[in-house]
């Protein structure tokens, strides 16, 4: 079977077994802060979507959120990046709004995208350079936008946090309004849909972004950190998603005059210095 058929088909039963898994009792544990949750149901998830990869491209490596492939020291060969589920606050509290998101690399390449909305059972997918789709359905190219008539999606913690809330303030002001629905791969999914015109936060792993990101390119899509750089896929990263005007709208207006202490953040967060 084709690679994509098999990502496809993995993700799609993933999904099914959560959906199985949450007629039980959840089994919770904190990770690094009280709001850093993990569920047996994230755990059994990984290591579903983990086995079955091995099992059948026993050459291909994973990355996975609750521990597969944490060490990679190069991007050679096929590199499953997977959250198993992104929005785990969301899983747990509201037992939807959460998905499965796997980002496929090929020599470091982007080759194909999954987010599937697990209760809403939608599968949103791109094999790149092929279109991107919601089930069957194919995405249109995203419109331009300017920021004064754009719903944007961030996260109302960070608008608190001395720093951050800075540098999104002003965006946040100028904006018509904006959203939060916590899940990362689904908000970068509503930007690829043109539901919010941009996506911005500060801190995100490399399988909370890797296969929306793909589906965003797709129909048109800019992702880049917040300070316009490339995102890589071995690597933490602030994030800035938007359809292409916008997205040069809110470095340019907005973002550069923080360079500095964005680069600072980077720095801090990440223990990286900019790469040129
Ligand atoms: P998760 O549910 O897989 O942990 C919530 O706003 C979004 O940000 C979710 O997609 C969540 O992914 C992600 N997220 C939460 N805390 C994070 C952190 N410390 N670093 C990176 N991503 C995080
Ligand atoms: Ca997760």
């Known amino acids: 079977m084709a690679l994509y058929d098999f990502a496809k088909g993995i993700i799609l ?10 007629k039980d009792d959840m089994d919770i544990e904190m990770k690094s802060n009280p709001n850093d949750l993990v569920t047996n149901v994230d755990k059994a998830t990984e290591n579903y979507l983990y086995e079955t990869i091995h099992h059948n491209y026993p050459e291909h490596r994973v990355i996975g959120e609750e521990g597969h492939g944490h060490n990679l020291k190069d991007t050679q060969g096929i590199i499953w ?4 589920i992104d929005g785990t606050l969301n899983f747990v ?16 390449k ?15 997918h791109t094999k790149v350079g092929e279109g991107a789709f919601e089930n069957s359905h194919q995405l249109k190219p995203l419109e331009d936008s300017e920021l004064k008539t754009s719903i944007i999606g961030i996260n109302p913690n960070w608008l608190t946090k001395p720093i951050m809330g800075k540098v999104f303030a002003p965006i946040v002001e100028d904006a018509r309004s904006a959203r939060a629905y916590g899940s990362a791969a689904l908000e970068i999914i509503s930007v690829a849909k043109g539901q919010l015109a941009a996506y911005l936060t500060p801190r ?17 899509g800019v992702g880049s950190n917040l300070l316009g ?20 709208e809110i470095l340019n207006n907005y973002l550069s005059e923080f360079e500095e202490t964005i680069a600072k953040h980077h720095e801090q967060r990440f223990g990286r210095k900019r790469e040129k």
């Open 204 to 220: 995100l792993q490399p399988w909370d972004f890797a296969g929306g990101l793909m589906i965003l390119n797709e129909v048109g």
């Open 110 to 124: 982007p080759y194909a995208g999954f987010v599937y909305d697990v209760m809403r059972d939608v599968l949103y």
């Open 13 to 22: 039963e993933a999904g099914n077994k959560v959906r199985h898994m949450m």
């Open 229 to 248: 750089d490339r995102l890589e896929m071995n690597h933490p990263n602030s994030i800035l998603m938007a359809n292409a005007k916008l997205h040069r």
């Open 93 to 108: 509290h509201q037992k939807e709004n959460f998905a499965i998101s796997i980002g496929i690399y090929h020599d470091g």
């Open 81 to 84: 990046v997977i959250d198993p």
